[in-house]
């Protein structure tokens, strides 16, 4: 079945630092791909999306790029701030049931930003 | 505007009784998702409603698990004879256009249920 694997957290970083987290995927098909974003205290939010191969979701300084060859949807910033701080999920979504039902999530990397 | 609303905030039951988690998604949204997310983990699927047609419940883990959405708007996640093992989050999520990349899934701030 598909399945989403997400590098494990927490992940701390100075402000302004690069940050990274990696995302690779496993399912049938050409999935949709999207990072999520749980801020502390709050319901999950979609912070950005792709729907097919070489498409580049942006949104908040944050990118990701839906790379078919390596199955991977990476998330980078930059420059972080210390408001990034949350935990961060990646999902697919099979692109037969059409827009972004049925998500398959990964376990979500918590991400902490220090002064 | 409103976004969607669970209620209760959090739930303690004793293993063994039955509990009824209720959601309010955003006026108008056809389309509304039960998700489960254990300690730890993502959230898993369990079921989905487009207006009050449960289209998909593959994700229920057992027949302990019942939802409904009978007017289309409101939906209520039932689990009977509660066991250790249900203890997680339960998410609702509403969604505008089932079949819209541009509609969004909302997510509310999801019911914490402890069972003991």
């Known amino acids: 079945g598909d399945s989403v694997t997400q590098m494990e957290g927490p992940v701390t970083l100075s402000e302004e630092a690069f940050l990274t987290i990696n995302c690779t995927y496993t399912a049938t098909g050409y999935p949709s791909l999207f990072w999520y974003v749980q801020y502390p205290g709050e319901g999950l939010q979609l912070l950005l999306k792709a729907t097919k191969a070489d498409d580049k979701g942006s949104n908040k300084g944050f990118e990701a790029t839906y790379r078919k060859e390596t199955t991977s949807f990476h998330l980078e910033k930059g420059s972080v701030q210390v408001s990034d701080s949350a935990v961060y999920f990646c999902a697919l979504s099979p692109i037969l049931t059409g827009g972004g039902n049925k998500l398959t999530f990964g376990t979500g990397t918590q991400l902490k930003v220090e002064l | 505007g409103a976004g969607v609303s669970q209620s209760p905030r959090y739930k303690v039951a004793k293993r063994g009784q039955d509990v009824a988690l209720r959601c309010d998604p955003i006026?108008?949204?056809?389309?509304l998702f039960w998700y489960q997310q254990a300690l730890g983990q993502g959230p898993e699927f369990l079921t989905y409603f487009q207006n009050e047609a449960q289209l998909d419940k593959s994700g229920l883990p057992s027949d302990r698990f019942f939802a409904e959405r009978p007017e289309g708007s409101v939906s209520t996640l039932k689990i009977q004879r509660t066991q250790q093992e249900d203890s997680a989050v339960y998410l609702c999520a509403s969604k505008e256009h089932p079949s819209s990349y541009n509609s969004p899934l909302h997510f509310g701030n999801g019911t914490r249920l402890t069972v003991t």
């Open positions: 006026s108008g949204h056809v389309s």
